[in-house]
């Protein structure tokens, strides 16, 4: 019992003469003495030291926040305010200790405004509490305590997703965040705005003064037809010609016997794809847009069937298929009998000369230069004798 009383007699004056001694010493020797004996002492007039340990090192709890070997960072881009100051015991137990007082994120979130609380889609590290996955949270050489600016730090994650493409989106190019919200957002894809209006926030927005939009222009779905990022295709379009607009629509071509070239080409030769101010989207009218190809036989003629015209070609015409040549929408006389009276038809002397013939045998359907629009040549035949049977 004596020799028990004596040890503790001893290591108290031990104690006291050591902190005696230290007190006593220069600021430089009570650094020395205190780092022996505790990790993370601030060196003299200096910032807090960082230790020489790995996060390896703290074991599979991830409790806390080991930085890297390496000395303070002089003139950064960014210093995290507690750290300049030297107040280290905001994040950490003690002074002298490298275990944080918490968890991230929440340790965090005791200054930062808490950005997960009421967001629906969170970016992985920032839901995980990996905050140091991009920020150093003593130092760094970039703005708001980054590792590194711009792609290159969602790349240290993400794969290049411009890397193999011809075509690329320039945002993509230069900086992620011109869309994307780094930590959460209440819009897929971490968006910081709605698909439509970031598109927008860049390109015209063609909806405005349309009076027809196509759905998925209308609802905002750019990506149902755009990569956002890039592709191989002009425009980022995810497919190209018509193979796009058969992800929604029909084939309009399917067991059709005679098919109209450019439907056969693409669709985007008549429709507009976004918006338009006529009617099914298309680019121009209808007969504008027809004579883009056709030669305009209304210039020259003195006479006009109606629906020619008014610009009605699809009065008789179907623009992508059909089952009669000249893409007409009915064979024969069952087509000018959509307008026509029959029994008025049959009261005309010289149908009744002509029974079996088929209307566009003897009349243009379009103009002519006889206000009946018969061909050249029929003239002839209708003033003469009717054939023989």
Same mark, same amino acid.
């Given at each position: 019992?004596?020799?028990?009383?004596?040890?503790?007699?001893?290591?108290?004056?031990?104690?006291?003469?050591?902190?005696?001694?230290?007190?006593?010493?220069?600021?430089?020797?009570?650094?020395?003495?205190?780092?022996?004996?505790?990790?993370?002492?601030?060196?003299?007039?200096?910032?807090?030291?960082?230790?020489?340990?790995?996060?390896?090192?703290?074991?599979?709890?991830?409790?806390?926040?080991?930085?890297?070997?390496?000395?303070?960072?002089?003139?950064?881009?960014?210093?995290?305010?507690?750290?300049?100051?030297?107040?280290?015991?905001?994040?950490?137990?003690?002074?002298?200790?490298?275990?944080?007082?918490?968890?991230?994120? #929440?340790? +965090?979130?005791?200054? $930062? =405004?808490?950005?997960?609380? *009421? @967001? %629906? /889609?969170? &970016?992985?590290?920032?839901?995980? !509490?990996?905050?140091?996955?991009?920020?150093?949270?003593?130092?760094?050489?970039?703005?708001?305590?980054?590792?590194?600016?711009?792609?290159?730090?969602?790349?240290?994650?993400?794969?290049?997703?411009?890397?193999?493409?011809?075509?690329?989106?320039?945002?993509?190019?230069?900086?992620?965040?011109?869309?994307?919200?780094?930590?959460?957002?209440?819009?897929?894809?971490?968006?910081?705005?709605?698909?439509?209006?970031?598109?927008?926030?860049?390109?015209?927005?063609?909806?405005?003064?349309?009076?027809?939009?196509?759905?998925?222009?209308?609802?905002?779905?750019?990506?149902?037809?755009?990569?956002?990022?890039?592709?191989?295709?002009?425009?980022?379009?995810?497919?190209?010609?018509? #193979?796009? +607009?058969?992800?929604? $629509? =029909?084939?309009?071509?399917? *067991? @059709? %016997? /005679?098919? &109209?070239?450019?439907?056969?080409? !693409?669709?985007?030769?008549?429709?507009?794809?976004?918006?338009?101010?006529?009617?099914?989207?298309?680019?121009?009218?209808?007969?504008?847009?027809?004579?883009?190809?056709?030669?305009?036989?209304?210039?020259?003629?003195?006479?006009?069937?109606?629906?020619?015209?008014?610009?009605?070609?699809?009065?008789?015409?179907?623009?992508?298929?059909?089952?009669?040549?000249?893409?007409?929408?009915?064979?024969?006389?069952?087509?000018?009998?959509?307008?026509?009276?029959?029994?008025?038809?049959?009261?005309?002397?010289?149908?009744?000369?002509?029974?079996?013939?088929?209307?566009?045998?003897?009349?243009?359907?379009?103009?002519?230069?006889?206000?009946?629009?018969?061909?050249?040549?029929?003239?002839?035949?209708?003033?003469?004798?009717?054939?023989?049977?």
């Amino acid at each position: 019992m004596k020799c028990r009383t004596h040890y503790r007699g001893i290591v108290t004056l031990a104690a006291i003469c050591g902190t005696l001694a230290i007190v006593g010493c220069s600021t430089q020797t009570r650094y020395t003495w205190l780092n022996t004996f505790f990790d993370g002492v601030p060196p003299p007039g200096g910032a807090p030291a960082r230790v020489a340990r790995t996060e390896e090192e703290e074991g599979p709890g991830r409790r806390f926040i080991i930085p890297r070997p390496s000395a303070p960072v002089v003139n950064s881009g960014s210093v995290h305010p507690p750290y300049a100051d030297g107040e280290c015991a905001s994040c950490h137990e003690s002074q002298y200790s490298q275990s944080m007082k918490g968890l991230l994120p #929440a340790l +965090c979130f005791q200054c $930062h =405004d808490n950005f997960l609380a *009421k @967001a %629906k /889609v969170t &970016h992985e590290p920032a839901g995980l !509490g990996q905050c140091t996955a991009c920020h150093n949270p003593h130092s760094a050489p970039n703005k708001i305590l980054l590792k590194r600016t711009g792609r290159a730090l969602c790349l240290d994650c993400h794969e290049d997703p411009v890397a193999k493409v011809k075509v690329k989106h320039p945002p993509v190019e230069g900086d992620c965040l011109q869309c994307h919200d780094p930590h959460a957002t209440n819009v897929k894809g971490l968006l910081r705005k709605p698909q439509a209006e970031t598109c927008f926030s860049c390109h015209n927005n063609f909806l405005k003064a349309a009076k027809y939009k196509h759905d998925p222009a209308d609802n905002g779905d750019c990506t149902s037809c755009h990569n956002p990022h890039g592709s191989d295709i002009k425009k980022m379009l995810v497919k190209d010609g018509r #193979a796009l +607009c058969l992800q929604c $629509h =029909d084939d309009p071509l399917e *067991k @059709a %016997k /005679v098919k &109209h070239q450019p439907v056969e080409d !693409g669709c985007l030769d008549c429709h507009d794809p976004h918006a338009s101010n006529i009617k099914n989207f298309l680019k121009k009218p209808v007969a504008t847009l027809c004579f883009d190809c056709h030669d305009d036989f209304l210039k020259p003629a003195k006479f006009k069937h109606d629906p020619a015209a008014n610009g009605d070609c699809l009065s008789c015409h179907d623009p992508h298929k059909s089952n009669a040549d000249g893409l007409l929408i009915k064979s024969g006389a069952a087509l000018c009998l959509q307008c026509h009276d029959e029994d008025d038809m049959k009261k005309v002397k010289t149908h009744q000369k002509f029974p079996k013939k088929d209307c566009l045998s003897c009349h243009d359907p379009h103009a002519g230069s006889d206000d009946r629009f018969l061909k050249p040549g029929v003239q002839k035949l209708v003033s003469g004798p009717p054939p023989s049977k």
